[in-house]
Every structure is written in C-alpha cells, then in structure tokens.
C-alpha cells in the first residue's frame, strides 16, 4: 500500500476503512494507521463515538472521517461503498468490528447464532464484496491490501459454537478472498489475536474465565490493543507485499503452546 520511502510515514496520502472502529481493537488500529499518515474511514454503528475518534486522528499526524456503518445490513456498507468510492481510491480495509458469545451448541438460540454470524462473518464478506472496486482502484494508485479479523478461536477448537464458527469462518472466507483478488492487486489476511486487553474481552463482570486463560499463555500476560494494530499496520503496509492468504496469529504462544506451558507450570507448583 504504502509509496512511502524509508524513513517516511508508510501510509502517507493512503485511505483506509477500519469497522468496529469507535473503540477497542478498531480505536488502536485507526490511531496507529493515522499516525503514519492514513486517512481513516471511521466506521462504526456508534457514530457519535466515531466522530469523538476524529479530532484525536488529526492530532496523531494523519486524517478520518466518521461514517455510521451497520456491518450487518448489506445496504449499509453498500452506502458506505458509494461514499468511499465517490471520495478516491482506497488502499486498505480492516474488517475489525466483531462480538464475542460464550455459549455452547444446546444453549445458543437460533436468534443468537444468527446475530453473531451476521456480525461476525457475513460483515467480512459485505466489505469484500461491495469495497473491492475501490480497493482495486487503491492497488492501481500504489497498493491495497485487507486485514480480515479473527481470533485465536478460528485455528483451535473453541468452546463457544458461534463465535468459534464464525471466526473459522473469517479465516477460509480471507483464503477465498486472497485467491479471487490477487489478480486486482489486493492482498489479504486474517489476523487471529489471542488474550487482548479490550472491552470484548472484559465484557463480563465475572473475570475468572480470563483469569484461567492467562495461565495457559506462556508470555504470561494479555496483549494490548496497540500490538494487535503494529501487527494491522504490517499487514496493510508495502512491508508486506508478498504476504497473502495468511493466516497471522498474535497470542503469545496460547496456540503454539498453551498447553504444554500450563502442564509445566501446574508440575513446578506442585511440591
């Protein structure tokens, strides 16, 4: 994406669509872009939050302009399309906005599993689908590039029947994506966090859930926001032209080897 040469900010003159951006995960990752020269589309269904995020756009060094986005209403993002497409081409989307249900099969209602896929997964698809032009106008002006979120809960077996299947599903539907866009010159990648120190994350009053799976972390601690969006920048950035149809995974070690570190750490503490 970036023309930027060394020792310049690598997404100088870039336009970039962040959704689920008025906090968490979305709020980092539209800072961190805009500190290197983006103009952030700031898309979220909270547009009052959207529009506070702006000003702090401004004084980080780059852009944004808010935009009310439901990413589960396909007329939405088509309108989002039209307004993008209007303003120039668009050399990045991070399909960030997600919510998080931790129930199992027998207790998730039909109304739930459908909420959560049309947040979680059919969004994806509807920025794909409809901001693909725009993006392929980004490629021809220098690069564009898609980060497609999902969570350590789309490469394990995860406990939670719709958050698990929806995140699994952001991962094969980024490798469909990948293949189907090269020829436009649009990369694209799913990005599996593990243990972040987010809003969705705590969004229980209960902490015991996150507090057990820290122990398995072999670093030994949450990830903040801010990591996550070093990672977002890689992604999008020229520094990672050849990489697509990836699947990049920041969790300090949970999948790699959670277990294994848990077994281990259970053992020292034993006499």
């Not at 852009?63 to 497409?85: H, K, Q």
């Not at 949450?222 to 992604?235: C, D, H, K, N």
Request: aromatic share 6%; with cysteine; hydrophobic share 45%.
């Amino acid at each position: 994406m970036s023309r930027a040469p060394v020792g310049r900010r690598r997404f100088e003159d870039c336009s970039v669509v962040v959704t689920g951006a008025a906090g968490g995960l979305g709020r980092a990752d539209c800072l961190a872009l805009a500190a290197e020269g983006a103009h952030v589309w700031v898309a979220d269904i909270d547009v009052d939050a959207a529009e506070a995020l702006v000003p702090e756009l401004a004084a980080a060094g780059g852009s944004g302009r808010s935009v009310r986005l439901d990413v589960a209403d396909a007329d939405s993002w088509a309108a989002l399309a039209r307004e993008v497409e209007a303003a120039g081409p668009l050399h990045g989307l991070v399909n960030n906005a997600g919510v998080s249900l931790r129930a199992g099969i027998a207790d998730t209602t039909v109304e739930q599993w459908r909420r959560v896929m049309d947040i979680n997964l059919s969004s994806v698809f509807y920025g794909l689908k409809t901001l693909t032009p725009a993006l392929a106008r980004g490629a021809e002006d220098g690069g564009a590039a898609v980060v497609n979120v999902s969570s350590i809960a789309g490469m394990v077996g995860y406990f939670s029947a719709t958050y698990g299947t929806s995140k699994w599903g952001v991962r094969g539907l980024s490798k469909v994506g990948a293949l189907e866009l090269a020829a436009l010159g649009v990369r694209v990648n799913s990005l599996h966090p593990g243990l972040t120190a987010t809003p969705l994350l705590h969004q229980a009053p209960d902490t015991s859930f996150v507090d057990e799976s820290v122990r398995s972390v072999p670093a030994g601690r949450l990830a903040t926001p801010q990591e996550i969006a070093r990672v977002v920048a890689f992604l999008l950035s020229d520094d990672a032209a050849y990489v697509t149809g990836e699947e990049v995974v920041v969790d300090g070690g949970l999948t790699s080897g959670g277990l294994y570190h848990r077994i281990l750490a259970g053992l020292a503490e034993k006499p």
